[in-house]
């Protein structure tokens, strides 16, 4: 079966740092594009950022572009998004999924593929 196992999620301050990753098994995802939504209690689920299995286009939502960066290592299936300088309002519970090219990276419906999520929480 097609897996994507997400991890380290954990309790920061703001302005920490955290380095998520998503491990996918079960097929090959060449053709595939990453992406992570969250969703924070009481709201819907929200694009953070996205980024093929091959080549070296990434994607960025406003609320998080010039702070978290995405990045993969082919070799372990895996992909990381590196977020920096967290806000309060970044917790959340984050997705990791996965999709075929040719849709929209934002769009959660085109993902067929979903991770169990793991808790970032932001004190102040």
């Known amino acids: 079966q097609v897996q994507l196992v997400e991890s380290g999620g954990g309790l920061v301050q703001a302005g920490d740092s955290l380095r998520l990753s998503c491990t996918a098994s079960g097929r090959t995802f060449s053709s595939y594009a990453m992406g992570w939504f969250r969703q924070a209690p009481g709201k819907d689920r929200e694009f953070v950022a996205a980024?093929?299995?091959?080549?070296?286009?990434?994607y960025y939502s406003d609320s998080v572009k010039g702070r978290f960066t995405i990045s993969r290592d082919n070799a372990k299936n895996t992909v990381y998004p590196q977020m920096n300088s967290l806000k309060p309002e970044d917790t959340a519970v984050y997705y990791c999924?996965?999709?075929?090219?040719?849709?929209?990276?934002?769009?959660?419906?085109?993902?067929?593929?979903w991770g169990q999520g793991t808790q970032v929480t932001v004190s102040s």
């Open positions: 980024m093929r299995w091959s080549g070296a286009t990434t």
């Open positions: 999924a996965a999709k075929p090219l040719g849709s929209s990276y934002q769009f959660d419906g085109g993902y067929n593929y």
